[in-house]
């Protein structure tokens, strides 16, 4: 049974920072690709980012390309999610998923889902 927990969550202030940890468990995840979303009140859960688990390739939404940083610990099942120059339109719950063999930027492709952890960005 695959199991995602989201972590490091909280509020910061326009143009901070915030790195969000996704740990990993119940397989090995060779095949596997981790993606981010998030969701915003009244708006569909969005695309962030994306990582696969063997080969450490990224993938990112024009929206945070240059800010957000994916990144992997093999040796500690975790992906994390750096994000830099943090705005408002960044505040969301932010989910951690996961999908064999293929990242997909859409949501309803994805059956792994950790529980949420919410980003407030304020000035």
């Known amino acids: 049974q695959v199991q995602l927990v989201e972590s490091g969550g909280g509020l910061v202030r326009t143009g901070g920072s915030l790195r969000l940890s996704c740990a990993a468990s119940?397989?090995?995840?060779?095949?596997?690709?981790i993606s981010w979303f998030r969701q915003a009140p009244g708006k569909e859960r969005e695309f962030v980012a994306a990582?696969?688990?063997?080969?450490?390739?990224?993938y990112y939404a024009d929206s945070v390309k240059g800010r957000f940083a994916i990144s992997r610990d093999n040796a500690k099942n975790t992906v994390y999610l750096q994000m830099n120059s943090l705005k408002s339109e960044d505040t969301a719950v932010y989910y951690c998923?996961?999908?064999?063999?293929?990242?997909?930027?859409?949501?309803?492709?994805?059956?792994?889902w950790g529980q949420g952890t919410q980003v407030t960005v304020s000035s």
């Open positions: 998923a996961a999908r064999v063999l293929m990242y997909s930027t859409d949501a309803p492709q994805y059956i792994y």
């Open positions: 119940g397989r090995t995840f060779s095949n596997w690709f």
């Open positions: 990582i696969s688990w063997s080969r450490g390739s990224t």
